[in-house]
């Protein structure tokens, strides 16, 4: 493909798929649809969307770290903003490019820095030690509530400076979020038309005097006083931590255990060598939700990282 849009030479032979990756179906069992994605081409297109897509690591790598050629500004779902109106308004963050996204990621690198980081480190270890002792006095437990949605839920909202009240709405807006990623299919019809009162929540919850002192929105709101951002932008950022900062915890915690439960020989080894436990959670978090990237050319539909 070339900057106008033009096929080049050689994408005639883009092989169609008719596989749906955002069927309900799919989810039951991804594994084998994510092998014949990658086993069709570097390239595929999907007729059911049409989109084309990567599902190999060294075209993912491409397309996600060429901002100039796919853009995230128009959306990095399926929808494409400069066609239908977003849902909310869209994220500085995600969905931005360069220069106007490294200017936003330049203040979010600020408030959650290493040091900031090495802060909070032993609040959230604490918490950790603490799930789990209550969880092995219970013998027995559901590892998606009570560890995976529990343990992020006890210390991610405190560190952002949310109230108490109104912190069901978290996970079911994130659930929202990215739902809202995918087709318009009845998944992302439905989680759209239920989301009004979780939209209403955290809107409401991003102003600067309902976040408490010392926690991350604080400390995003305190980058208005130093310039950084405007007050119209602050209450932004901090619905992407709302957004993306606990329900990504949260599946990858799912995937770590779910994983170690499906492969008994790694469980053994992680046992026996806990230094290998960082990587173990890389793999899990990786081997459950291979990555793909959907994109479309400026002549047709749609998708993750946009061509523009
Ligand atoms: C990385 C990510 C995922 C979902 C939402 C957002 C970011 C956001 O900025 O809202």
Not at 15 to 36: G, K, Q, S
Not at 149 to 164: C, N, Q, R, T, V
């Amino acid at each position: 493909m070339t900057a106008s849009g033009t096929p080049a030479a050689g994408s005639a032979s883009v092989p169609h798929l008719d596989v749906d990756p955002f069927d309900m179906t799919f989810f039951a069992d991804p594994y084998p649809t994510h092998e014949r994605l990658r086993e069709a081409g570097p390239v595929v297109y999907l007729d059911k969307w049409n989109v084309y897509g990567v599902a190999r690591y060294a075209e993912v790598h491409a397309v996600l770290n060429d901002p100039a050629t796919f853009c995230s500004s128009r959306g990095v779902g399926l929808s494409d903003f400069k066609k239908e109106t977003p849902w909310r308004p869209p994220s500085l963050i995600l969905e931005a490019d360069p220069p106007a996204h490294t200017r936003t990621r330049a203040v979010l690198s600020k408030v959650l820095s290493p040091t900031v980081m090495k802060q909070v480190r032993d609040r959230f270890a604490a918490a950790a030690e603490e799930r789990v002792d209550a969880l092995l006095d219970k013998r027995s437990f559901d590892a998606i509530t009570d560890l995976a949605e529990a343990y992020p839920l006890s210390i991610f909202p405190d560190a952002l400076g949310l109230k108490a009240e109104g912190r069901e709405h978290l996970i079911p807006y994130a659930s929202v979020v990215f739902n809202a990623f995918g087709p318009p299919n009845e998944l992302r019809q439905q989680a759209i038309a239920r989301s009004a009162p979780h939209q209403a929540y955290v809107a409401e919850q991003c102003q600067r005097d309902k976040l408490a002192p010392g926690g991350f929105g604080a400390c995003i709101h305190a980058q208005v006083d130093e310039g950084a951002i405007t007050a119209t932008e602050a209450p932004l950022l901090v619905r992407s931590l709302l957004s993306a900062g606990l329900d990504t915890t949260v599946n990858g915690i799912g995937a770590a255990v779910y994983c170690l439960a499906r492969f008994p020989d790694q469980w053994q080894r992680l046992r026996d060598d806990h230094s290998l436990a960082r990587n173990a959670f890389e793999e899990a978090v990786r081997f459950e939700s291979p990555v793909q990237t959907f994109f479309r050319t400026t002549t047709r539909r749609s998708a993750r990282a946009r061509r523009c």
